[in-house]
């Protein structure tokens, strides 16, 4: 095997701003949520806040997962579509720069995908998302020969908004489930949930081993406020599924533990963007590597705790620490 996990999603460069509220409001923005978005609408965006500094830094929900899985001392593979350009050369040499294998696939005829994060006080990220080359991954992309090289399957939700990307996911896990890999899954969130449910439902319930969300994500595709009810819903649906809870830490489930319950690591929250990504990150970590279903939350939480301590979807490279000592850290809280 040579890889343990490869993950495939949209490949974007985010360029994070701090705001205000009152920015949000202004500009009849939905907090905390995903909106699609055109290259035109993200420069006015921009154009608005040339007065406040901007960070850019490789992004991408899965990419964001392979990344800290990387950190942690795992090998890991990254399937996704940049453009020819300068924000493409930059992903590129990003991801392999931190031990990522990238797959190098370009697109020629637009521009590489991009996220503005809008950062407020209260640590929430708003973005807003032109796929751009991104949404030009296909199933043609999907590679047999490296799933069959790898460990574990990591699929993002995202790519349900188009149809070419979705093909892509699913032709990835077909091959996997054919090869007895385990797939793990994110929602990656509620308006993807909300415009895709039925699809996504047959995807969990015929490919999915492992799934990933949020609260907020758990309550949309159970169509309940009660997210006990909802985590009763997902538990029906997938072998093993790990909600985060944001600060009330995070709750797990596998066909051996009903409910595993883990709490947060102590840490000062500054920008929330990849704290889900991450949490999957150290969780596909344990498990990976054979630890139980609670100490992979643990490893999973530790991982959530570092990326929201800065500003940027990625963990520091200094954050990586031999998981014992992690789980350790845990116990003695």
């Known amino acids: 095997m040579k890889y343990d996990l490869l993950a495939i999603g949209n490949a974007l460069v985010d360029i994070e701003v701090r705001v205000d509220d009152e920015f949000i409001e202004k500009n009849s923005l939905t907090k905390g949520g995903m909106t ?5 609408s993200q420069q006015m ?3 608005s806040l040339k007065k406040f500094s901007t960070k850019m830094s490789s992004g991408g ?26 924000h493409g050369q ?3 040499n990003d991801m392999q720069s931190c031990g990522v294998a990238f797959s190098k696939t370009r697109n020629g005829t637009s521009n590489t995908g991009t996220c503005v994060v809008l950062v407020t006080p209260d640590s929430e990220r708003t973005m807003l998302t032109h796929l751009g080359a991104s949404s030009s991954l296909n ?29 892509a996911a699913e032709k990835l896990a077909t091959i996997a489930k054919n090869n007895k890999t385990p797939v793990a899954f994110t929602l990656s969130d509620a308006f993807v949930v909300n415009s895709f449910k039925d699809q996504i439902i047959k ?33 029906k649906m997938v072998n093993t599924v790990f909600v985060t809870r944001g600060r ?29 990504d991450l949490f999957a990150a150290g969780a ?5 590597k054979n630890y139980n279903l609670k100490e992979s939350a643990i490893i999973g939480s530790y991982c959530a705790s570092e990326v929201v301590s800065h500003m940027g979807g990625r963990m520091p490279i200094e954050s990586g620490d031999d998981v014992n000592n992690i789980i350790k850290k845990y116990q003695g809280l």
């Not at 995807?203 to 985590?231: H, P, Y």
């Not at 596909?284 to 990976?288: F, K, N, P, S, V």
């Open 61 to 86: 929900s899965a990419a964001n997962t392979v990344h800290g899985f990387s950190v942690l001392g795992g090998k890991t593979y990254y399937l996704g579509r940049v453009a020819d350009d300068f």
């Open 203 to 235: 995807f969990i319930r015929s490919s999915v081993d492992i799934l990933f969300c949020n609260d907020v994500e758990a309550k949309a595709m159970a169509g309940t406020d009660d997210i006990q009810e909802a985590f009763e819903v997902l538990k």
């Open 248 to 276: 009330d830490g995070s709750w797990a489930s596998s066909p051996t533990e009903e409910k595993v319950t883990v709490g947060v690591f102590p840490t000062n929250a500054i920008d929330t963007t990849g704290a889900g």
């Open 36 to 40: 699609l978005s055109s290259v035109e």
């Open 139 to 167: 199933p043609d992309n999907v590679e047999e020969k490296i799933i069959e090289d790898s460990g574990m399957v990591y699929i993002e939700g995202y790519l349900w908004t188009s149809e070419e990307t979705r093909n």
């Open 90 to 92: 930059h992903y590129a």
């Open 284 to 288: 596909l970590y344990g498990i990976a």
């Open 45 to 47: 965006i921009l154009n």
